[in-house]
């Protein structure tokens, strides 16, 4: 149900097409490298889902990165 959903289920409820979310709380200072990765990604396709899998990807790559501060994001959409 959308009320699990936090934010992003406000979002989705108020007629946002794409959310992007941690399903945990995570400090700002340690998502900052993901995030601007999302955002890079998402410059280039345009598209959600595709940009947050293309971020957790790059972080899966390096040997330095820590899941905690990227693997709980998701993307929900209302297309």
Same mark, same amino acid.
Request: proline share 4%; aromatic share 10%; glycine share 10%.
């Given at each position: 149900s959308v009320e699990i959903l936090g @934010?992003? !289920? %406000? !979002?989705?409820r108020t007629g946002i097409v794409n959310t992007v979310g941690s399903l945990w709380g995570i400090p700002d200072e340690t998502t900052t490298d993901f995030m601007l990765r999302f955002y890079?990604? @998402? *410059?280039?396709? !345009? *598209?959600? &889902? &595709? &940009? @947050?899998r293309q971020a957790q990807l790059r972080? %899966?790559? *390096?040997?330095l990165s820590r899941p905690y501060s990227w693997a709980g994001f998701i993307s929900l959409t209302n297309e």
């Amino acid at each position: 149900s959308v009320e699990i959903l936090g @934010l992003n !289920g %406000i !979002g989705l409820r108020t007629g946002i097409v794409n959310t992007v979310g941690s399903l945990w709380g995570i400090p700002d200072e340690t998502t900052t490298d993901f995030m601007l990765r999302f955002y890079q990604a @998402l *410059n280039h396709t !345009g *598209n959600y &889902s &595709s &940009s @947050l899998r293309q971020a957790q990807l790059r972080e %899966i790559k *390096n040997p330095l990165s820590r899941p905690y501060s990227w693997a709980g994001f998701i993307s929900l959409t209302n297309e």
